[in-house]
């Protein structure tokens, strides 16, 4: 499982780069959540078509498929800059210091391993139904209605490549952190405790009220 960490930040290169690549990812973020907005309006459009006037949304289930990508992959990086992915946390819980760094230090190698492969894989899947020749860029097209699919698949390489940059972020975090022998280094994503999980969000809280009341 996954629980709630914390992103240190300071004025080093390595945390400017973390703010950079931050905004980026809550950029992406935010479009998958308008994505996920967006399937809720279709899905009410089609619903109410269909009982009000016998006419559901022209390819609903194409105009599904061109956004699930947006849903599935835009916030990866962001997920993963928060430590919000899946993981042993009762295992990564249990190591302290420099023998954590490297626990950490090694997953995020081999992640990044990955990543890069599905990077060529999917940028290879892209390119087999892109064509500058082709009407609409297009070698093939969804059934209903035609939708060309390579905007979907393009935005698979993409939010894969956005990925990479912050794994390569976080072993600079992590190799820093088992060289120089920090307890909080910045710009990786470091696990709280319960409590400290719960002061958090009460000070999100509160601010969130402040913010409210001053409105």
């Not at 105009?63 to 990866?76: K, S």
């Not at 492969?117 to 064509?131: I, K, N, Q, T």
Request: overall charge negative.
């Amino acid at each position: 499982m996954a629980t709630s960490a914390a992103v240190l930040e300071d004025g080093s290169l390595i945390s400017r780069l973390d703010g950079l690549l931050l905004r980026l990812e809550q950029l992406l973020a935010l479009v998958s959540g308008i994505a996920v907005f967006s399937l809720m309006v279709l899905a009410v459009v089609s619903v109410g078509g269909r009982n009000a006037m016998n006419a559901p949304l022209p390819g609903y289930v194409d105009w599904i498929e061109q956004v699930m990508p947006l849903i599935a992959f835009m916030g990866i990086s962001y997920v993963q800059r928060d430590g919000g992915h899946i993981r042993m946390d009762i295992l990564i819980g249990s190591l302290r210091g420099r023998a954590l760094w490297l626990f950490e230090l090694v997953s995020v190698v081999l992640v990044l391993l990955l990543m890069m492969a599905l990077v060529w894989g999917s940028w290879s899947h892209f390119g087999r139904s892109f064509d500058f020749a082709a009407p609409l860029w297009s070698r093939d097209s969804s059934i209903d209605i035609s939708l060309p699919i390579w905007p979907a698949k393009l935005l698979v390489p993409v939010a894969f490549s956005v990925l990479c940059l912050r794994l390569v972020l976080q072993i600079w975090g992590y190799g820093r952190a088992l060289v120089l022998g920090l307890e909080t280094p910045v710009a990786v994503p470091l696990i709280q405790s319960a409590a400290a999980q719960a002061a958090a969000e009460a000070e999100q809280l509160s601010d969130a009220g402040n913010n409210g009341s001053q409105g």
